[in-house]
């Protein structure tokens, strides 16, 4: 199988243009910015996403990237994304280098956009997780969905297939499972693979 490297990812950002599924651009939108924290490793390009602790007010045990609404002191929604990083992975912004964007995702419980800002974590930098962000870690090397490593089922809306993404953590779905799969669209062209087709489920993992 052809492997992508983060450079790989970084050229092909500059052309790539996709629509979210849904519009999030409406002025009720609250706009907010998660971070896609990619290395290479011996196993290909992977991603960094967590899983919430227990016990949160919000989004309690959920799988996520790391992120969060803008700031006053934030210059723009890159700098949200690299902030939240610091702030939930323990990785310093000068460690993290932009490499792009992905369609902005409207949340469908809320009134939060999410604007995904994809970043390489440098050589060298190792996370230290805030615990009360974090409950666990996930490195995914994103050629194992393309090796049948990762089950993937789909929830059939009607306008749309909503993806749900099953890890050994938990299950990730909603506007994060929108954003990874768009991650492995632009993963699949960039390396000829033919994308998966999901499992449809009538099960709802939010429920």
Known sequence: MKRASVADIEAALQTWSRSAHRDGSGPERIQAAVCLPLRDTAKGVACWFIRRPDGLRHHSREMAFPG??????????????????????????????????????????????????????????????????????????????????????????GRYRSPIFHFEAGAMYGATAHILLELLVLYAEICELELPTPELTTVLPWQ
């Open 68 to 157: 969060g609404k803008r700031d006053p002191s934030d210059a723009d929604l890159d700098a949200t994304a690299l902030r939240e990083t610091e702030e939930e992975l323990g990785i310093p912004r000068p460690r993290l280098r932009l490499l792009g964007r992905l369609a902005a995702v409207p949340t469908a419980t809320s009134l939060f956009t999410l604007n995904p800002i994809v970043v390489e974590v440098l050589p060298g930098a190792a996370p230290n997780p805030a615990a009360g962000e974090v409950a666990v870690l996930v490195s995914f090397p994103l050629e194992d969905f393309f090796l049948d490593r990762v089950r993937y089922q789909a929830i059939d809306l």
